[in-house]
């Protein structure tokens, strides 16, 4: 049974960095894509950034230039790099494990989230 871990969130001020883990467990991680998805209260489930079994990246507008996602096939985990956040990033932030792209459905597992708080 697949399992997808995430870890690193917290409270940070505008302008600040923070660094966002997801460790998978229970299939052959280096073979699917990873994603980062977010949800704050009230709001759809939206795409945030992914990256390919083979490593190809690609964001949301909203966080290009500001997001880095990579992954370590060694350790079974995907990481994102949250630079110059604002508090409109303020949500749960869930990883997906999955075929790839920018549609909820296009992952089959999923996390729990961690919760990323921005402040003014």
């Known amino acids: 049974q697949v399992q997808l871990v995430e870890s690193g969130g917290g409270l940070v001020q505008a302008g600040g960095s923070l660094s966002l883990s997801c460790a998978a467990s229970?299939?052959?991680?280096?073979?699917?894509?990873m994603g980062w998805f977010r949800q704050a209260p009230g709001k759809e489930r939206d795409f945030v950034a992914g990256?390919?079994?083979?490593?190809?990246?690609y964001y949301a507008n909203s966080v290009k230039g500001r997001f880095t996602i990579s992954r370590d096939n060694t350790r079974n985990t995907v990481y994102l790099q949250m630079n110059s956040l604002k508090p409109e990033d303020t949500a749960v932030y869930l990883c997906?494990?999955?075929?790839?792209?920018?549609?909820?459905?296009?992952?089959?597992?999923w996390g729990q989230g961690t919760q990323v708080t921005v402040s003014s």
């Open positions: 229970g299939r052959t991680f280096s073979s699917y894509a």
């Open positions: 990256i390919s079994w083979s490593d190809s990246t």
């Open positions: 997906a494990e999955g075929k790839g792209g920018m549609r909820i459905d296009e992952y089959d597992y």
